[in-house]
């Protein structure tokens, strides 16, 4: 088995909180990330999921080292990259690119698309002024853009087309590995298959990998080849896209799944929402950090803190409970409910066919 492209352990980017007049006094950490272990393969997919304030984009910055660890280690095709400065950290920038969330915010508006696209190829010294227009050109072209575009500003463009300038400018450089850090959040629906289609794409053109940074299940479900669940600054659970969605083994992973709303009128059964909220990540509660709020948390629980283990099935779930618990509610419901739909536009063919029949 080849060696993994990317693989992270024990990372870890805890916060001090400060008071005083000046500052001076800690009186907590907030730990954004705390251990966080996952390895990423050449060519693949993997998708960082969670809500909100769980630690994955921060997971996504350490990575880059756009922001320094407070503990753990990087390994970039098994190059040890924590310690990485000068020099070396800048010839890396180049394997490891990013595609931010807010495409308008993260393109500079008084500069030109080409000249966007270009100041990769500048900062890394990369061709002549002719090779790098061309370039420019060439990266247009690969996210669906005309080369007339290049004299054109970012606010002269739609949202969808402004993420694809950020796609292009990612791959300026030819990385290895692009975090996506949700590409898709901030766009129409419509347009966020388009983007996702793109990235698929791509990564099957030019053979890159990506740490795909998600909220939304039904874009990981399409995007993604494996799924990282995170909850409070840990990964509770690593499995493949098709077996994660079809047998969840920790609770929290069920109740993601449970709030993905359904177009079914003749769905039964209520779903798992977890009772109270959220802790805190500057004061996590002892043991498992989910067992506030699970419906199957037991006394050890709430004193140990699961490691993520490897199960029989091959999925890494961080879950006392794990091989105990019963069958999720609504167990296999992604495939239901599009077996439900296939149902049901068969019934309705069959009856427009009738009507057909009667009106002859």
């Given at each position: 088995?080849?060696?993994?492209l990317?693989?992270?352990?024990n990372?870890?980017?805890?916060?001090?909180?400060?008071?005083?007049?000046?500052?001076s006094?800690?009186v907590?950490?907030?730990?954004a990330?705390?251990?966080?272990?996952?390895?990423?393969?050449?060519?693949?997919?993997?998708a960082?999921?969670?809500?909100?304030?769980?630690?994955?984009?921060?997971?996504?910055?350490?990575?880059l080292?756009?922001?320094?660890?407070?503990?753990?280690?990087?390994?970039f095709e098994?190059?040890?990259?924590s310690?990485?400065?000068?020099?070396?950290?800048?010839?890396?920038?180049?394997?490891?690119?990013?595609?931010?969330?807010?495409?308008?915010?993260?393109?500079?508006?008084?500069?030109?698309?080409?000249?966007?696209?270009?100041?990769?190829?500048?900062?890394?010294?990369?061709?002549?002024?002719?090779?790098?227009?061309?370039?420019?050109?060439?990266?247009?072209?690969?996210?669906?853009?005309?080369?007339?575009?290049?004299?054109?500003?970012?606010?002269?463009?739609?949202?969808?087309q402004?993420?694809r300038?950020?796609?292009?400018?990612a791959?300026?450089?030819?990385?290895?590995?692009?975090?996506c850090?949700?590409?898709v959040?901030?766009?129409?629906?419509?347009?966020?298959?388009q983007?996702?289609?793109?990235?698929?794409?791509?990564?099957?053109?030019?053979?890159?990998?990506?740490?795909?940074?998600?909220h939304?299940?039904?874009?990981?479900?399409?995007?993604?080849?494996?799924?990282?669940?995170?909850?409070?600054?840990?990964?509770?659970?690593?499995?493949?896209?098709?077996?994660?969605?079809?047998?969840p083994r920790?609770?929290?992973?069920?109740?993601?799944l449970?709030?993905?709303?359904?177009?079914?009128?003749?769905?039964?059964?209520?779903?798992?929402?977890?009772?109270?909220?959220?802790?805190?990540?500057?004061?996590?509660?002892?043991?498992?950090?989910?067992?506030?709020?699970?419906?199957?948390?037991?006394?050890?629980?709430?004193?140990?803190?699961?490691?993520?283990?490897?199960?029989?099935?091959?999925?890494?779930?961080?879950?006392?409970?794990?091989?105990?618990?019963?069958?999720p509610?609504?167990?296999?419901?992604?495939?239901?409910?599009?077996?439900?739909?296939?149902?049901?536009?068969?019934?309705?063919?069959?009856?427009?066919?009738?009507?057909?029949?009667?009106?002859?």
């Amino acid at each position: 088995m080849s060696k993994p492209l990317l693989e992270v352990e024990n990372l870890a980017k805890h916060y001090p909180v400060k008071k005083g007049l000046v500052m001076s006094r800690t009186v907590g950490t907030v730990r954004a990330v705390d251990g966080v272990s996952f390895k990423l393969a050449r060519g693949e997919t993997l998708a960082l999921v969670g809500e909100s304030g769980c630690g994955k984009s921060t997971t996504a910055r350490l990575v880059l080292r756009l922001i320094e660890a407070t503990a753990g280690s990087v390994f970039f095709e098994g190059t040890d990259i924590s310690e990485m400065t000068g020099a070396p950290l800048r010839k890396l920038r180049r394997r490891m690119q990013i595609v931010f969330q807010d495409p308008f915010a993260s393109l500079n508006p008084r500069m030109t698309v080409g000249d966007i696209l270009e100041e990769p190829l500048v900062v890394h010294e990369i061709g002549d002024a002719a090779s790098r227009k061309a370039r420019v050109k060439e990266l247009l072209g690969l996210v669906g853009l005309a080369d007339y575009h290049a004299a054109r500003y970012p606010h002269e463009f739609s949202g969808g087309q402004r993420q694809r300038i950020g796609i292009a400018r990612a791959l300026a450089v030819e990385p290895a590995l692009i975090v996506c850090d949700e590409p898709v959040s901030a766009l129409d629906v419509s347009i966020q298959a388009q983007v996702i289609n793109l990235l698929k794409d791509l990564q099957s053109r030019l053979g890159l990998s990506y740490l795909f940074i998600a909220h939304d299940l039904a874009v990981v479900k399409h995007a993604a080849d494996r799924v990282a669940v995170m909850y409070l600054g840990k990964i509770v659970e690593i499995a493949g896209k098709n077996e994660l969605f079809a047998h969840p083994r920790h609770p929290y992973t069920r109740t993601l799944l449970a709030a993905i709303p359904r177009p079914d009128p003749h769905r039964k059964g209520g779903r798992q929402i977890p009772g109270g909220d959220v802790p805190s990540p500057m004061n996590p509660p002892p043991g498992c950090r989910f067992n506030t709020r699970c419906a199957f948390a037991t006394a050890v629980c709430m004193k140990e803190d699961p490691p993520l283990r490897t199960l029989a099935d091959g999925h890494q779930a961080a879950c006392h409970n794990a091989e105990a618990l019963p069958p999720p509610m609504g167990a296999d419901a992604v495939h239901a409910t599009s077996a439900n739909t296939a149902k049901r536009m068969a019934l309705y063919a069959e009856r427009r066919g009738r009507i057909a029949a009667t009106a002859g």
